[in-house]
């Protein structure tokens, strides 16, 4: 018999200076606190050996609560969901029973990615079973989302809410709770869905490969194939922390610095009106605020009738910029660009040639300008919009 133990060291957090709530690691080390794993059964095959019996991956602080997963090669997706559920107060120190025996899985609590059943009210979370087709659109209408769900996708659309109410403190009824729950299933999860079903990300040959997925780092924590060793749980506890540590730091990310700035794009778009009565124009008192992503967002769920097109901003040098909204997110074609006639012109000939005070330039695409006050920047746009009112023909470019 062979006894193999090892620790997954703690998470750290870089400590956010956000007036929104933060992560708290003390709440994560406690999640992710030293497994080891219990006496392993192994059985020898010439060279190379593997355990016949069900794995054990267990904290020191056992509660009874049983998780169940697959044995043998691991995957992102049921890794990503057995994380997901240890953050739980209710799983916090479940055992991973890592089988594919029906007699040990009826035992758990709870099992992810094997055993071909989805009942959500007896916590079975399958997906391989032929019947299923479940996405997160067709178990929740009103999401957009329509991968085919994984064990991860599955875990999160049923658990996520109250993932992200222990990991941030918001509370589950709070709006801002909801928008990181979607962000996060787009963001994060939906990828390891698709890789797991084998879902394109595009049609046809891809110019490139792209080999450093989470989904495939994860699968490299696999023995390999000519390994004399084929077991699989460090591995297993190397990709539960990967994963983690990912996770966490994303949600991190999106809760201390891409939430935020939601909040202040969503704040000028609700006073862009007292900027410019034409309500095209937003104002950024602080300039850095990465604002395109929230804007079209916003834009839908504001029902903003009039395409905003130019956003107000202070550069590093106390002077200020005028930029064009682009068409969409992955296009540089814009809303509305600057006029043709002051591409590429600057300081005083461009201020003679508008006829506004104080310009410092215009890009020779016409998508950016600059002028050393608010004033002049806020009549930039002005003046454009006028231009393509009297003639729409010299609207986007």
Not at 6 to 17: H, I, N, R
Request: charged share 25%; hydrophobic share 35%.
């Amino acid at each position: 018999m062979w006894c193999l133990r090892a620790c997954v060291t703690g998470l750290k957090l870089t400590k956010s200076t956000s007036s929104v709530a933060t992560i708290k690691p003390e709440s994560i080390l406690r999640r992710l606190n030293c497994c080891r794993l219990l006496s392993v059964d192994v059985t020898r095959t010439g060279s190379r050996y593997m355990s016949t019996e069900p794995k054990r991956i267990r904290t020191d602080n056992m509660t009874g609560k049983k998780i169940g997963t697959h044995n043998g090669t691991f995957h992102c997706d049921e890794v990503l969901a057995c994380f997901f559920l240890r953050q739980l107060p209710e799983y916090t120190d479940a055992e991973i029973i890592r089988t594919r025996d029906p007699a040990q899985l009826a035992e758990c609590d709870i099992v992810v990615d094997v055993g071909g059943e989805f009942d959500p009210k007896k916590h079975r979370y399958d997906h391989h079973q032929r019947t299923f087709a479940d996405t997160f659109h067709s178990l929740c209408p009103e999401k957009p989302w329509v991968t085919k769900l994984s064990s991860a996708g599955l875990v999160y659309l049923h658990f996520g809410r109250r993932l992200l109410t222990q990991l941030t403190q918001l509370k589950e009824d709070d709006r801002q709770l909801e928008v990181l729950y979607d962000k996060l299933y787009e963001n994060f999860v939906e990828e390891v869905d698709a890789v797991d079903n084998g879902i394109s990300q595009c049609e046809g040959e891809a110019r490139y490969t792209v080999s450093t997925t989470l989904s495939a780092r994860v699968g490299h924590l696999n023995p390999c194939w000519n390994s004399k060793s084929q077991d699989t749980e460090e591995g297993f506890r190397k990709a539960l922390k990967i994963v983690g540590e990912e996770f966490l730091d994303r949600l991190d990310f999106y809760k201390s610095s891409w939430l935020p700035a939601r909040v202040v794009v969503e704040e000028a778009v609700k006073e862009r009106h007292q900027i410019d009565p034409s309500g095209e124009v937003l104002l950024f008192s602080q300039g850095g605020c990465p604002w395109k992503e929230h804007l079209f967002a916003l834009e839908t769920d504001l029902q903003v009738e009039t395409p905003i097109k130019f956003v107000l901003y202070p550069d590093q040098n106390g002077q200020w910029r005028v930029q064009c909204v682009p068409a969409g997110l992955n296009t540089f074609q814009n809303r509305l660009s600057l006029p043709e006639e002051w591409r590429g012109v600057r300081d005083e000939a461009l201020s003679e040639l508008s006829g506004i005070k104080d310009c410092i330039f215009v890009h020779a695409s016409g998508f950016i300008g600059g002028n050393k006050t608010q004033e002049g920047a806020l009549e930039m746009a002005r003046r454009t919009l006028q231009g393509a009112a009297q003639s729409p023909a010299n609207g986007s470019s």
